[in-house]
């Protein structure tokens, strides 16, 4: 018997997801918008369990399965993730999946269904390494290398967040992937315009040596303003990153995060490793002046629309923070300019080209199903 979803028209597309970062939030909001254009997610949620605010969220949109299964970032080796492809292709066949949406890539290693694979590949130990520390891994991480191209390569369509980041998984993969689709990232933050307070801000996870933290704080000592920074500097392996010279307040939830952003009137993000770059986004709906690391994704995402300082260059970020303070027209054009071009990274947009790639890949699938009723 025919599954109904696909006699009437309503793909289902099993997602992977995990509760433990950003992967969350981006599949939650995706998968709602691909409801409003009549396709269903079933979510398979790997690694921590998630909460039961989460839960209820993932609920409300598809069904939500937890897999008894570790995340690639999580293990020692690749042998830990040796059960995943088997979940995976269970789910397919229990779930009467069309289309599986990997959000690790490394899931798609050794996956055997019979139904297309999107494998989306927001960040990964592999590039960070490239462009934080601009060589290969450690020995201990090379097997993260063949998992992931294993899973690019198995993959009928691979989803990159900026060009920025497709660069670097071609020079950290190769070119055996197939096609890589830039899909821009989206947020649900609602433009903003309250009145700007004489701070700096920045948010981000500072233990992270990405993140790039110290080159901030070693700037502030000749900003003529306070920097106030959000996040943990202590990280879940004991990792710190010392944050002198500035205002730090810690780990925030994400309303007290953005109550400091919308009335900031300068926003920094030094990163050195950003494949899309979320906050930037959230300060930009707000209206808030950017100053960003001149790497490749920011240089793509706010040309025109933000101020660009070398990620390694404390000085470089303290003039051009300063330049900001002492001219009042400049914050004000590029906020409005940042926030201009925040609008075009929509949750619809979104939701609309990752719909177009699913279509793409089920035509003939849904060309037969047609063609049997």
Request: charged share 20%; hydrophobic share 45%; glycine share 8%.
């Amino acid at each position: 018997m025919m599954d109904p979803a696909r006699i009437y028209g309503r793909p289902r597309i099993l997602m992977t997801v995990d509760a433990a970062g950003g992967v969350w939030r981006y599949a939650v909001d995706l998968a709602a918008g691909l409801r409003d254009l009549g396709i269903d997610t079933v979510f398979a949620c790997f690694g921590p369990r998630p909460n039961r605010a989460q839960q209820r969220e993932a609920e409300q949109i598809g069904g939500l399965v937890q897999c008894d299964a570790p995340l690639d970032w999580m293990v020692e080796n690749e042998a830990a993730l040796v059960q995943v492809p088997r979940i995976i292709a269970d789910l397919v066949g229990r779930e009467h999946i069309d289309l599986v949406h990997l959000n690790l890539p490394s899931q798609g290693a050794d996956l055997t269904v019979d139904v297309p694979v999107v494998a989306v590949s927001h960040s990964c130990v592999c590039t960070w390494f490239q462009a934080v520390r601009d060589n290969g891994v450690p020995e201990s991480w090379a097997w993260q290398i063949t998992i992931n191209r294993r899973g690019l390569e198995r993959a009928d369509a691979v989803v990159v967040p900026s060009q920025g980041h497709a660069g670097l998984l071609r020079q950290v993969y190769g070119q055996g992937t197939p096609p890589i689709h830039v899909v821009y990232n989206a947020s649900l933050v609602e433009p903003s315009c309250v009145p700007k307070a004489p701070y700096v801000f920045a948010a981000g996870r500072w233990w992270d040596d990405g993140k790039n933290g110290p080159v901030l704080a070693a700037a502030a000592a000749s900003i003529q303003w306070p920097v106030i920074m959000a996040g943990a500097n202590i990280g879940p392996n004991g990792q710190h990153t010392a944050l002198p010279n500035i205002d730090h307040r810690g780990e925030l939830d994400h309303g007290e995060t953005m109550g400091l952003m919308r009335e900031a009137a300068i926003v920094v993000s030094p990163s050195l490793y950003e494949p899309f770059g979320l906050a930037a986004l959230e300060a930009a709906r707000s209206s808030g002046a950017l100053v960003l690391a001149d790497i490749p994704t920011y240089r793509e995402l706010w040309h025109g629309a933000a101020l660009f300082a070398d990620p390694r260059d404390p000085a470089a970020f303290g003039e051009a923070i300063n330049r900001l303070i002492a001219d009042k027209s400049l914050r004000a054009t590029l906020g409005k300019q940042a926030q201009a071009r925040s609008l075009t990274f929509s949750p619809v947009r979104q939701a609309q080209a990752m719909s177009g790639i699913y279509d793409r890949l089920l035509a003939p699938a849904h060309a037969l199903n047609a063609a049997e009723l």
